[in-house]
């Protein structure tokens, strides 16, 4: 017969090497099935045979010998005397395997079949690369910058894979040229028009977390646990790791010596700062952490509304706060409660503390200008420093401190 060599005639299959053989021979073997169901009514004895390695196809009609003039099915009978043109040594009953000619099938037929060979194996290869990328969400992948767009960059992968990194998933600082090879998470992939569609990631979670688990072998091998990530892409992030090995320290270990850990992955994020803490099921000690690099000086805690009232002094509020609220954003995001942050005693000046002008007829006014000149104009700010120490700042004489001090303190006790 005239073999067909699918390779040559279907330009299609050399690029389903993705798919594994037997899919690819099944689908072969039903295309032609159906090519023959159309031309001879039936495919229940024919044998379609596929050698994929070579790119090989034949088929074969299996048809039993009968009696000269006792045929009923032409398509699954044949006459002795046909049959003995073929081989003179057939006998009645026996069966006779004949080769089909493909061409026989007419032009049209095997364009025809070209066509929907094509389109099932495109059909394969989409359901292979989305089931491939399905498999790989929260994976990092390195990919080549094949195209630059407004909104969206188009990355190719090792085998030729279209991926797509849209603007959004971008960090703000991230600058991308043709041609170079750069890391990202698979985060989903999408169905488009039946076209899978691979998103990828530089801003989830999930990015930082395996890079830090790339970084990190304890992480790897599963003694240290990312508890928590939160993220302000190209900003801050905070993560919160736990070692559920006490002679390891879960911080020490993913910011490494000097920081040569930690190192890399901040200049894999354009410089994003990185808060490694502590996991803690204590609440107010997670949010203490959570605020870093801030200090704490007290903190009142509502588990039912999950809100916290956190007081620092003047001096910290800021780092609580961070650049553009980020910190204390993240700090939310990371416990879970609503963080309002006040200066040590604000909102309760009038309640605890008194003004250093409200005791002018009992302390001389030049004692209070004194005071005030080294920031005192309160009473607790007063009580607040040693005699010691508001004699080394103030002109004052310690006995003249000692009464100041003692009329401020009767005034509290009475309070």
């Not at 044949?78 to 395997?97: H, Q």
């Not at 209070?368 to 005699?387: F, N, Q, W, Y």
């Amino acid at each position: 017969m005239a073999s067909i060599n699918l390779i040559e005639a279907f330009q299609e299959f050399k690029d389903a090497e993705n798919i594994d053989r037997p899919t690819l021979m099944r689908v072969v073997e039903d295309v032609f099935k159906t090519l023959l169901r159309k031309k001879y009514g039936s495919d229940e004895n024919f044998d379609v045979i596929v050698n994929a390695e070579k790119g090989d196809l034949e088929i074969f009609r299996r048809r039993t010998i009968v009696e000269d003039g006792d045929i009923y099915n032409t398509n699954e009978e044949i006459e002795y005397k046909d049959a003995i043109k073929v081989e003179p040594d057939f006998e009645v009953g026996e069966e006779l395997y004949e080769a089909i000619d493909l061409y026989d099938f007419g032009r049209r037929a095997i364009l025809a079949a070209k066509q929907t060979l094509a389109s099932r194996i495109g059909d394969l290869k989409k359901n292979v690369l989305a089931k491939k990328y399905g498999d790989r969400i929260g994976e990092i992948i390195s990919a080549e910058v094949y195209q630059v767009w407004k909104k969206e960059i188009l990355l190719l992968d090792e085998e030729g894979n279209e991926l797509i990194l849209p603007k959004s998933e971008q960090i703000p600082q991230d600058y991308f040229k043709k041609g170079e090879s750069t890391r990202a998470v698979v985060k989903k992939v999408d169905m488009k028009n039946n076209t899978p569609v691979i998103i990828l990631s530089r801003t989830a979670p999930e990015f930082l977390a395996k890079l830090l688990e790339i970084e990190v072998p304890e992480i790897f091998d599963g003694l240290i646990v990312i508890k928590k990530i939160v993220r302000d892409p190209g900003e801050r992030a905070k993560v919160a790791v736990e070692s559920y090995d006490d002679r390891i320290d879960p911080v020490g270990a993913c910011v490494g010596m000097k920081g040569s850990r930690i190192h890399g992955i901040v200049r894999e994020l354009k410089n994003e700062n990185i808060d490694v803490i502590n996991w803690t099921n204590n609440t107010q000690l997670l949010i203490q952490r959570s605020l870093t690099p801030a200090k704490i000086t007290s903190m009142e805690l509502d588990n039912e509304s999950k809100h916290a009232s956190v007081y620092l002094k003047p001096d910290q509020v800021s780092l609580a706060i961070g650049r553009r609220g980020v910190n204390i954003k993240l700090a939310c995001d990371l416990t879970g409660y609503d963080i309002d942050v006040y200066r040590d005693n604000e909102g309760e000046v009038e309640e605890f503390d008194i003004d250093l002008e409200e005791f002018s007829d009992e302390i001389e006014p030049w004692i209070i200008d004194e005071l005030k000149r080294i920031g005192c104009d309160t009473a607790r700010s007063v009580l607040d420093l040693t005699v010691e120490e508001l004699e080394r700042r103030t002109d004052l004489e310690k006995e003249t401190i000692e009464d100041v001090k003692n009329i401020l303190k009767a005034e509290f006790e009475k309070e």
